[in-house]
């Protein structure tokens, strides 16, 4: 067996490749390796610096042992393995950057295009730069969202679906009157607005009112009720403007009041007649006589806030005597005052009064929002009774108003533990009643949605309130109590797109 022979030469040649290769590994971070065929390299550590001055970086276990690493210049970067995150060396110390190359990443890709956000509703939902919401979106079944259906629908001037067949809208996404079936045939909406005097409905529509008469239904076209206390009070002629601009309605009532309870909204359209006391057991002949007012119990409502005059009527001894009842400020009373004179009639009971308001009872449209100003007033501010009282609202008013919205309360800024409880559970009981007819305002204000719908950017503070479930104060016209004009003209347009998506007109 014969092999290679190794000369003096090829040994004094390896020698010296060892030394380059020794250098190479070993040697300094700014050294270089010429070879014995006269070639030159940067040693390992110098490519490393040069890798680390040019973007790259040099991984450490953790964050102490990248501290220990101390570089020969500046803007060098390495990465704690152990949290991901890249460190800065300015020369002098490290600098956390507080970011991995993922966050840089993923920050950089939505400063470039439009941001996908997700939720427990939509799977997505495609944002501009400014976390606008665009049309783009799907729900948690992978189909198109509210929204993204009536942006198409402004588009093709028409919305179908499997339950309603056809809808015609204008360019704003409006519904037109006429509508299609799936099977071809006129809807009903379309078939109430063939109808004569604009009612929407049958000639044989008969309810009996509180007094167990029998009235006629009739839901007058483009009339609307908005009912409640300070809440809708400082919205309510904005929404109006809302409810004309984009549904036709030409009539509405502005009920929002501030201060009263929900038992005296309820007085206003016989949901819950106040019962009347007289003065002296007797209704005098003519004029004023003074009441004692119990409102579902309660008979120590005399602020000059309780209760605006209404029209309606007492039945003592068989008589119906018609009036108004009132608060009077002057001599902070409640009065009873008659229409017409007559003689005097004795009355030693308690008598309902029942309302009259029939030029808005039948209104196509009610707007509701009852209740907020009794939490946590005993038995009067419980979950359950403002619970019971908006039910028996609903129940009298739907036989007049064609259509219901209950909206929910927000707990005020600086509210206690209690009364927070209470409007949660107020409103998880009228997510449960209602359904598809409650417009969750108080989710809204909750959301991050708010903010870019307001333009409002939220402190801290604001953050950890929606986080409590308490109103932030950004969104508040004085210590947390009521919304600000942005927060309300917010919400309207949230309450728009609620009616528009019934596709009720």
Not at 37 to 54: G, W
Request: glycine letters at 6%; charged letters at 25%; aromatic letters at 10%.
């Amino acid at each position: 067996m014969t092999g290679k022979i190794i000369t003096a030469e090829k040994l004094r040649d390896a020698d010296r490749d060892a030394d380059s290769m020794d250098k190479f590994v070993s040697g300094g971070e700014h050294d270089v390796v010429k070879t014995r065929r006269n070639k030159t390299y940067p040693t390992q550590p110098n490519i490393a610096r040069q890798l680390l001055e040019n973007g790259g970086y040099r991984g450490f276990a953790n964050e102490t042992e990248l501290k220990k690493y101390i570089p020969t210049t500046s803007n060098v970067i390495a990465k704690d393995m152990e949290t991901f995150k890249l460190w800065q060396w300015d020369g002098v110390k490290w600098s956390d950057t507080g970011k991995s190359e993922l966050d840089q990443a993923v920050e950089r890709v939505q400063q470039q295009i439009p941001k996908l956000e997700s939720s427990t509703e939509n799977i997505f939902t495609v944002t501009d730069a400014n976390g606008v919401e665009t049309w783009i979106s799907a729900d948690a079944d992978g189909e198109p969202t509210p929204k993204s259906l009536s942006s198409i629908q402004k588009v093709q001037k028409f919305k179908s679906d499997e339950y309603a067949g056809l809808h015609f809208t204008d360019e704003n996404g409006v519904l037109f009157d006429l509508s299609l079936n799936a099977d071809g045939s006129f809807s009903d909406s379309t078939k109430e607005s063939l109808e004569t005097n604009g009612a929407g409905l049958s000639n044989d529509d008969f309810y009996f009112d509180s007094d167990n008469k029998v009235k006629k239904l009739t839901g007058v076209k483009f009339k609307a009720a908005i009912l409640g206390s300070s809440t809708l009070e400082l919205m309510q002629n904005e929404m109006s403007v809302m409810l004309s601009d984009n549904f036709k309605f030409n009539d509405i009532y502005k009920g929002g009041k501030s201060g009263e309870r929900v038992e005296q909204i309820a007085n206003k359209f016989g949901a819950i007649p106040v019962k009347l006391t007289f003065e002296n057991d007797k209704v005098n002949a003519a004029g004023s006589t003074n009441v004692v007012a119990n409102f579902d119990g309660i008979t120590d409502l005399s602020t000059e806030k309780s209760t605006a005059k209404i029209d309606g009527a007492v039945h003592v001894s068989g008589e119906i005597i018609e009036g108004s009842f009132a608060y009077y400020s002057a001599d902070s009373t409640f009065k009873f005052t008659r229409l017409a004179s007559g003689i005097a009639i004795d009355a030693s009971d308690e008598y309902e009064f029942i309302s009259d308001y029939t030029d808005y009872s039948t209104s196509d449209l009610l707007i509701l929002n009852a209740g907020k100003n009794n939490v946590g007033r005993s038995e009067h501010g419980t979950a359950e009774y403002i619970a019971d009282a908006t039910l028996r609202i609903f129940k009298h008013m739907q036989a007049l108003s064609k259509r219901v919205i209950v909206v929910s309360h927000f707990s005020n800024t600086v509210s206690s533990d209690a009364i927070l409880k209470v409007v949660n559970d107020v409103n998880e009981q009228y997510r449960k009643q209602y359904s598809s007819l409650f417009f969750d305002m108080n989710a809204y204000l909750l959301s991050s949605q708010i903010w870019s719908d307001t333009s409002i950017i939220p402190n801290s503070n604001d953050i950890q309130k929606q986080s409590e479930g308490r109103l932030p104060l950004s969104l508040s016209r004085d210590t947390g109590g009521h919304l600000n004009d942005a927060a309300n003209a917010a919400v309207i347009q949230k309450l728009k797109q609620f009616i528009s998506e019934k596709g009720w007109y």
